[in-house]
């Protein structure tokens, strides 16, 4: 029998500050409320914006990593899936709930602090990984070589300082 595949892959920007929470056994999940926009043209040629929002979940270490590092409107890569969670409320009527679950974050440029970032993947077994911007087995990392500044000791952020 065929396995399925739940896959999913968001590039947008937050709406929030990342909501970081510990369950008893000190385990990270933070929770972000992340944007994604599209536009098309209407019938009378008119551009016409349409704006998702997703909630997407990290847990452990890439939770906490997303949550000290990710602000309000910085951009981000999210790469995970999609899970439905059916629950009773405290009303008695039951109420739906679609998260993402990611296992691949990738910060971008524009919004927040700081220019482009790292990448990062949860704890899974090590995959090659061909993200958005390629190379490395997290999403991000460097390949041999790399710029002149980065073979001189001069280099204003030397890599023991990037905490990705």
């Excluded at 270490?61 to 981000?76: F, N, S, T």
């Excluded at 709930?97 to 899974?124: K, N």
Aim: contains cysteine.
């Amino acid at each position: 029998m065929a396995r399925g595949v739940n896959k999913v892959i968001l590039v947008g920007n937050l709406g929030n500050d990342p909501d970081m929470k510990y369950t008893q056994g000190g385990m990270a999940i933070c929770t972000l409320s992340l944007a994604t926009t599209s536009v098309r043209k209407d019938k009378e040629g008119n551009q016409q914006e349409r704006t998702e929002w997703h909630r997407v979940k990290l847990f452990g270490k890439l939770g906490e990593i997303a949550g000290e590092y990710l602000k309000k409107g910085r951009q981000v890569y999210i790469e995970g899936s999609i899970r439905y969670d059916k629950f009773t409320g405290q009303d008695g009527q039951e109420r739906y709930i679609t998260e993402i679950v990611a296992d691949e974050m990738q910060m971008l440029g524009g919004g927040g602090e700081g220019g482009g970032g790292g990448g990062m993947r949860s704890e899974r077994p090590a995959r090659p990984a061909a993200g958005p911007r390629g190379g490395g087995e997290y999403g991000g990392g460097r390949s041999g070589g790399g710029s002149p500044a980065q073979q001189r000791n001069d280099d204003p952020f030397p890599d023991d300082d990037i905490p990705f």
